[in-house]
Structures are given as C-alpha cells and as structure tokens.
C-alpha cells in the first residue's frame, strides 16, 4: 500500500489504535473511518504540492483529534513526556541546584539538600562560569542551556568552575550527577503552641512520605490543629490525593468515586491509618487549585471533616490515563469522571472548546468573582447537602465554606514591572552576597530572624536606587501604595536565601489575607458555629 512507504508502519498502527472504538457496537464504523483516513494521508503524501513530513502529518492528526474531545486529553512527544513526568516521579538525574539567572549568569540560589552539589560544598551565591571548558557567564546562555549541560544520567561526571565572593581564582568542583529529589512540601512550621502550617505544591509519587513526615513533626511540636495549604497547587496522581484525603477522614468514608463510558463505576475509601483525623483543619484554597487538590479539598468539605477558606478551585473533574505509543510518544487520554463524597462533578463546561475553557479562569478576574462572592450564581441543580445538612455546589470548581477575596491593595505599575523582571530577587541575591555570614551569625534561625530583622529605610532606598539602574525608575506615588509589600517581599527572599522556601512562607504568610483568617478560625469558635465535628 502506497501510504506505507510515507507513514511509519509503527505510526500508522498508532493511528488506527487512536480511532478504534472498542465497543462492540462501533466497530464497523470507526474502521471505516480509520480506512477513510488512511486514505486521506495516502492522498495528502502522494499528491500535495510540497514535501511533507509523514511523523509531524500523523502527530498534527492525533492532536487534532484529542483537541475536539477535551482540554485535558493531549498528544505528548516522546522529548515532552520525561520532562512531565518529572515533578510526578519526584525526582531527576542531575546535580542538584536550584538556581536563577542574574545578568546572564547562573548563580546558585541553594543547593538541594542531600544532592552531590551540597555534599561537595557549592554555595549560594556561587556564579557558574565554566561548565566542562565551555564559557557560559555573560554569553546569552538560556535556562534551557543550563538544563542540557547540567541534567545528565546518574553517574555521569561535570566539571564546573565557579566564581565565589572572596575568592580571587574560579574555583573548581568535578560533580557526579545523582538522583535528585523534587519536593512537594513548600513548608511546614508551628503557627504557634497549637497550629500547624503545610504548604504542598503537587501530588506526586514521593509526596505522602513527605507529608506523613511533616505531620510527625508538627505533632511531635505539639500540633493539634492544621492548615493546609492547597492554593496554586494544580494536582497529580489521583492515588496520592487519595492517600492524603485518608490522612483526615475516619474508616470506611468515601473519598471519591470515578465513573467513565468504558469504566465502571469505581469507589475509593478512606482506612484507618489517618494521621490526623482529629483537629481543627483549615484547607486554603484557589482558582489555581485543581484536580487532585479538589478531590482532597471536596472530600474534607463533603464530610464536614474541615472548613474550605478561599476562592472557588479551578474545576477539573476529569480523569485522565497514559497510553504509551509505539515510537515512545503517549497520549494522555480522559477516561471517567470524578465524583466528590455527596455525588457532586466539579468539572466546568468545556463543549465551547479549549480556548474559551481556559479563558474561563481569567474571567473570574473581569466578572470580579476574585474580589467578591456575589457574582457567583449556582443554579439549584447544582446544590448538594453534607451529612450536617450543609449546601455545597457542583459543576465549577469546589466552593469554599468561607470566601476571601484577593487583596490587591499592595498592587501597583511599579510593583508588577519590578516583580515581572526578577529586581527583587536579584536584589536580594546581591545582598546575600554581601551579609549571608552576617545574617547566619544574627539569626540562628527564621523565627529570630522574623522577630529582629527590618527592611529599614536604607535597604529600601538600596533596592530603589538598584531598580533604577536596571532601567525601572522610582515612582514615588506607587511606592506609598506598594513600599510596605517590596519590604515584605524582600524580607521573605532574604529569608529563603538563608533558609530555603520554607522560610519564605514563614515570613511572608503573616500579612496574607487568607492565611490570617485561617488561624482566626481555628482560634475562634467557627467550627462550633457550623456544627463540624473535630474532636
């Protein structure tokens, strides 16, 4: 057959395999389409005026299909796919930093913990100037440049020499690349004598281990009641939100269910090893709250185990499954839905297509639902009730018990250009340069250094006059509005440099709107109010 000879066999098996409807009833049907289309790619190689690429026909066809279906069903390459798989994995093969490009040098913000670049002794602060005998300070090298040089398979050796304040020569590491673990916990700290703090970015594989070590320790702290914080966190394995969800519910409680045309119904319950099924738990959230952070966030609030504070969740309830393909390449396919305890879909509409799905989100900001509750309308199709007889809503995104809207108050022109091109954090990098020794023998730890430490009005002015020589200038006007929030932002970086994220959170929290409601809940008597159950 013609279209052979132009379409790899392995690729055209993988066309065949995207249409093919297994159910019985279909069959006949979507062969025939499968031969039409066949057909069609035969036509296109055999007769289209130009050249074409058989692989790049094929893998526009496949993204063409899985577009018509769903926002979340999508083609992935086979270069995609380790890449989007890392941050689920937890963990990668390299050398173990993290790092930010400052006037176009990689300069080492910290090394991972337990990674080889900490065990050999690089420091924050050191700038990368020689990888192998290649110059990469000062020559346009990318972020991307900086992954393909330092990422490697474990084992493997690099040679990097690097410029270190007080230091007059570069001096030299010969690195062997390990596996690198990426974390899901952000932070967690006590609030106080009885308030616990978790942040988690992601549900990946490593992420329960993570979170059963965190709880260990705040409740070895004396930790009775929790806030979590799932806001920005956009999901992961539904396994691991599952886990999580166990952690606070009680034997035998429904966590979710999943149902699709070709899977059967599907339920998932809670056991009784929960870490933490007793307490006050507070679970923030966002419009960047999706997927499995709904699931964990529907199930706590469904069994009126927690109070939702926030904004209303981004609203996935789709399910989506791997599909490996010949050459390497997958498709991650919707498969079910996902149903909350109460039976509720949190899916939003996507029959307008990807593009108005996703525009969805940023409407929230022109509708002003960020800033106040009252736009939002739930049709009474939508309501559900909770075992204590409490409304909550399906068909958007999880609504939460207790709004609070998004503070702009901080916000101006001259803010947003100084955070959108970095100044801040270049700034501080530059100040640690000059008094990380200082500060680490100031503050032996974030809770001094919260205590003590002030952005006063000469570091301020420092960073203004920094900023106007990188091009922004001073605007007096906006910085009555904003000075208050750089000074916040700054202090937190510092204390990140110092003592890695978490302690940016520990610094930056304080003044958050949501956060501060979250511990005045739990320190109040909203929990009786509404009649949940913690005890």
Excluded at 299 to 307: K, L, P, V
Excluded at 319 to 343: C, N
Excluded at 405 to 433: A, E, H, M, Q
Excluded at 460 to 480: M, P, S, T, W
């Amino acid at each position: 057959m013609f279209f052979r000879k132009f379409i790899p066999p392995a690729l055209s098996l993988l066309v065949f395999g995207l249409l093919l409807n297994t159910t019985a009833h279909a069959q006949f049907d979507t062969y025939d389409g499968a031969k039409k289309f066949e057909s069609f790619l035969e036509d296109v190689s055999r007769y289209y005026v130009d050249t074409v690429n058989p692989d790049q026909l094929v893998e526009s066809a496949i993204m063409g299909v899985l577009k018509d279906l769903d926002p979340h069903s999508v083609y992935i390459s086979k270069e995609e796919l380790k890449r989007m798989n890392e941050p689920l994995v937890g963990n990668f093969d390299g050398i173990g930093i993290q790092y930010n490009m400052v006037k176009d040098t990689i300069v080492v913000v910290s090394p991972i913990s337990g990674g080889p670049s900490e065990k050999l002794g690089v420091r924050p602060g050191d700038r990368i100037v020689y990888i192998g005998d290649k110059l990469v300070a000062g020559v346009g090298f990318s972020s991307k440049d900086v992954t393909e040089h330092l990422r490697g398979p474990k084992g493997t050796q690099v040679h990097l020499r690097v410029k270190r304040r007080g230091e007059v020569d570069l001096v030299p590491y010969t690195i062997t690349r390990d596996r690198i673990p990426i974390f899901s916990v952000d932070a967690s700290y006590m609030i106080n004598k009885d308030i616990g703090y978790i942040k988690l970015n992601r549900f990946s594989a490593t992420t329960m281990g993570e979170i059963e070590l965190a709880v260990g320790v705040l409740q070895s702290k004396g930790m009775k009641h929790m806030i979590l914080d799932l806001r920005g966190n956009s999901g992961g394995y539904l396994r691991t939100a599952i886990d999580l969800a166990d952690q606070f519910l009680s034997n035998k409680k429904l966590v979710v269910y999943t149902e699709g045309r070709s899977f059967p119904k599907k339920e998932k319950f809670a056991t009784s090893k929960g870490n933490f099924e007793k307490g006050k738990l507070v679970v923030m959230i966002d419009e960047g709250s999706a997927s499995a952070s709904e699931i964990v966030a529907g199930a706590i609030q469904d069994w009126d185990r927690g109070i939702i504070i926030g904004r209303r969740s981004f609203g996935k309830g789709l399910v989506q499954k791997p599909y490996s393909m010949p050459d390497g390449s997958a498709i991650r396919l919707t498969i079910s839905r996902y149903y909350t305890p109460t039976g509720r879909s949190i899916q939003r509409p996507y029959e307008d297509g990807t593009q108005e799905y996703y525009k969805a989100i940023t409407q929230r900001f022109e509708t002003g639902e960020v800033w106040s509750s009252d736009s939002i309308q739930f049709p009474d199709s939508l309501k559900f009730y909770t075992p204590k007889k409490r409304v909550v809503y399906g068909g958007g995104g999880i609504m939460p018990d207790i709004f609070v809207p998004l503070d702009t108050s901080g916000i101006s022109d001259y803010y947003n250009l100084v955070r959108r091109k970095g100044l801040l954090n270049d700034f501080v990098i530059s100040y640690l340069d000059d008094n990380r020794d200082q500060l680490l023998s100031s503050y032996n730890q974030v809770t001094d250094f919260k205590d003590e430490f002030e952005v006063n009005a000469a570091l301020l002015a420092r960073f203004y006059d920094y900023a106007a020589a990188e091009g922004v200038a001073q605007n007096d006007d906006d910085i009555l509005i904003s000075g208050d929030l750089i000074a916040l932002q700054i202090k937190a970086l510092i204390a990140r440099g110092l003592w890695k994220t978490g302690a940016y959170y520990q610094i930056y929290n304080d003044s958050d709107a949501t956060f501060n409601k979250a511990v005045e809940i739990i320190e109040g008597r909203t929990f009786e109010k509404m009649k949940l159950s913690y005890k």
